[in-house]
């Protein structure tokens, strides 16, 4: 008994360490993201060129979005279209709009090309919701940012 607990032991910590690493370097891939996001979301360290948030498609393909992604702009498109509606008053869109967006960047887990093409998107919807923190809220302006939410399904699914 002595014997199996004694090969047992060292075999439980290997498999005990291998998950920790693993599920560190998880924690450590997703605090990065969340700290590059939060970079974008709040401009931090952001220098605008000229083309650079341009969308394209996959050989002219749409990008597969995940599911939270797809969730959060449509709750953005809901709130803008509320607002326009006037079910909501323009100066209360502001926040809802902020929180949606960040969850956007908070729940991402796409990758690669498919994940830089969703910073370009949300690039210039940043800029839409910047007017918004600026206290520049009106019916145009959401019009706008509705048109804009309405081009996503151009790049993505």
Not at 53 to 60: A, I, K, Y
Not at 74 to 98: C, F, H, R, W
Not at 120 to 129: D, G, Q, R, T
Request: glycine fraction near 6%.
């Amino acid at each position: 008994m002595i014997k199996k607990l004694f090969y047992l032991l060292p075999v439980a910590l290997v498999l005990l360490l291998a998950c920790n690493s693993s599920t560190d370097n998880e924690t450590n891939r997703k605090a990065h993201e969340a700290n590059e996001m939060n970079k974008e979301a709040t401009g931090s360290n952001h220098q605008h060129v000229e083309g650079q948030n341009t969308v394209e498609l996959d050989s002219g393909k749409k990008w597969k979005a995940n599911p939270e992604t797809i969730t959060g702009i449509n709750n953005m498109l809901a709130l803008v279209q509320d607002g326009i509606a006037g079910k909501a008053a323009l100066s209360t869109l502001y926040k809802p709009l902020e929180l949606e967006f960040k969850t956007i960047f908070y729940k991402c887990t796409m990758t690669g090309q498919s994940h830089n093409q969703l910073h370009n998107y949300l690039l210039s919807l940043k800029e839409h919701l910047e007017k918004f923190k600026e206290g520049n809220v009106s019916t145009q302006s959401l019009k706008e940012m509705q048109q804009y939410l309405l081009t996503f399904k151009n790049y993505f699914e």
